[in-house]
């Protein structure tokens, strides 16, 4: 930047369209403020104005939803009547004599902003001339910080915006669920109840699967841990079996020992089963877990866990060497 002095003159461009968005929310919040604690009695602890919207955090820990349907509706009432936002500077005394619903911040003469039954505050900030600037606000949401409600609201043309947005996306929803606008919920609901039940069959499925394979390997293995047979498993990379279905499958056994792993992007995920043998965890621990360094638990008979940006092989390599004694 420039090195300015004392008594340069400096050629200033003002963003009139952010700042007139602004002195319109800032309005809008002190018509939904002065509203809320004029006919709720719902003070004001905090507020902030930003790209995303107005919040309004309030010293209640919950309002009832009937309660802010209807100070948005006393809200736009307000906006209608195009009511004029004077602003005028008192004496501190005066000021104070006027009962305000906030305590004044400064000494000395205060500026007041008067919106005519609407709301009386001290307030430095910018203001639009009249509430009917404002177009119109609407409620969109609320979260609580610190015990307390905080509200979120749309003002100006935001309100527009994101309502044509929803309009547009009720209209796909409709074509894509073949409901009128009115049955999107209700179609929404059937096919999450629909897609729940396929995807309840289709993890039976794989734990079938998981059960038969498991079976399969057991019969098939070279390796036994005292006459007990030893699976090796390394699953497909974003296959449809998972360490959970293996854990299902592992409920159908009676003894086994067993090592499956999946890779999944820079990671392995393990999964031991020692089940119906005298082979301790411990062991396992011990013997590959740490030298890999691995992490992970469980209880018997299933533990998992996972080791980064390892191959396969070498963890399953590890686990039959400690099998065998080597």
């Excluded at 107005?54 to 100070?71: C, N």
């Excluded at 104070?96 to 009386?120: N, P, Y």
């Excluded at 289709?202 to 036994?224: G, H, I, K, T």
């Excluded at 279905?245 to 020992?257: F, K, N, R, S």
Aim: charged share 25%; aromatic share 6%.
């Amino acid at each position: 930047l420039p090195a300015w002095t004392a008594g340069d003159t400096i050629a200033l461009k003002l963003d009139w369209e952010h700042r007139y968005t602004y002195m319109r929310m800032h309005t809008a919040q002190h018509i939904i403020s002065g509203l809320a604690f004029k006919l709720f009695g719902i003070g004001t602890l905090s507020v902030h104005q930003g790209e995303e919207g107005l919040t309004i955090e309030t010293d209640r820990s919950d309002i009832p939803h009937e309660t802010l349907m209807a100070l948005e509706d006393a809200a736009n009432r307000a906006i209608r009547a195009d009511i004029p936002v004077i602003s005028r500077e008192l004496p501190h005394d005066e000021a104070e004599a006027l009962g305000m619903r906030r305590s004044i911040k400064v000494d000395g003469d205060v500026r007041i902003v008067h919106i005519q039954g609407i709301d009386t505050m001290a307030c430095g900030g910018v203001h639009a001339a009249s509430t009917g600037e404002v177009d119109a606000v609407r409620f969109a949401g609320a979260e609580t910080v610190r015990s307390h409600m905080r509200m979120f609201w749309l003002s100006g043309t935001a309100v527009y915006e994101t309502e044509r947005q929803a309009r547009a996306v009720c209209a796909e929803l409709s074509t894509l669920l073949s409901a009128p606008r009115d049955g999107i919920v209700s179609a929404v609901k059937e096919t999450q109840t629909a897609l729940y039940g396929i995807r309840r069959q289709a993890a039976l499925a794989c734990e079938a699967s998981a059960r038969d394979r498991l079976q399969l390997l057991m019969l098939q293995s070279p390796v036994r841990y005292k006459g007990i047979p030893v699976v090796l498993w390394e699953l497909e990379e974003d296959g449809l079996l998972t360490s959970r279905h293996i854990g299902a499958a592992l409920t159908q056994c009676e003894a086994v020992v067993l090592c499956a792993v999946q890779t999944d992007r820079d990671k392995l995920a393990w999964t031991v089963g020692l089940k119906g043998v005298d082979l301790p965890f411990e062991q396992v621990r011990e013997k590959v877990l740490v030298p890999l360094g691995a992490a992970g638990g469980g209880k018997s008979p299933l533990w998992q866990g996972v080791a980064r940006n390892m191959a396969p092989h070498v963890f399953l390599d590890a686990f039959r060497q400690m099998v065998e004694g080597k």
